[in-house]
């Protein structure tokens, strides 16, 4: 069984957390809401706690990876996926190893692009935010909702969640997996 860990941190873009979450979940594969923090209760950036399933300082460096992670966005929980040494450390491994490392709205421009694991890539953030990017970096930047290059993928902001909940499931579960998922969920 496939395994997703999501990450909350304080600010945290609510919708772009639990959408690729219940679909990821509708869809078979485990996932664990993650607190950057030191508590389990994250508080969202529209005033919405949820209880994540485990603290970050839970996973250890000799842990097997999962087979995603997943970056919300939201302000200021993007910045404090960023300030995350720990999340940084466990996102590069992830893509060391080719494994899917997925962030949306402010989080590829804002954390994946601070960790270094944008660098040659085709990638796609809130409009106006790739600016957040350190100078120099050599990011192409997408005007679009959903960008997939290789095991990266990004998405634009709230409204894209579920296309970006079903890529990722499309990513893990095989090309089409998400068909009877979004059948079951009339998405159009």
């Known amino acids: 069984m496939k395994t997703v860990y999501i990450f909350l941190a304080e600010g945290f873009e609510e919708i772009e957390a639990v959408t690729p979450g219940d679909i990821l979940r509708r869809a078979g594969v485990t996932v664990k809401f993650v607190s950057c923090g030191k508590q389990t209760a994250v508080c969202g950036a529209h005033n919405v706690t949820y209880l994540a399933d485990e603290l970050i300082s839970s996973i250890k460096a000799d842990d097997p990876l999962p087979d995603a992670v997943v970056l919300p966005g939201g302000m200021p929980g993007a910045t404090n996926l960023a300030a995350c040494k720990p999340l940084e450390d466990l996102v590069k491994r992830m893509n060391d190893d080719g494994r899917i490392v997925a962030a949306i ?16 890539k085709c990638a796609t953030c809130y409009p106006g935010m790739h600016d957040r990017a350190p100078e120099g970096s050599q990011i192409s930047w997408q005007n679009a909702r959903l960008v997939v290059d290789g095991n990266i993928i990004t998405s634009a902001g709230p409204g894209t969640a579920g296309e970006f909940g079903f890529a990722i499931t499309d990513a893990l579960l095989g090309p089409g997996a998400s068909a009877k998922v979004k059948s079951g969920m009339l998405y159009q």
């Open 105 to 120: 709205c402010a989080a590829p421009a804002v954390a994946l692009s601070h960790f270094g694991v944008l660098e040659g």
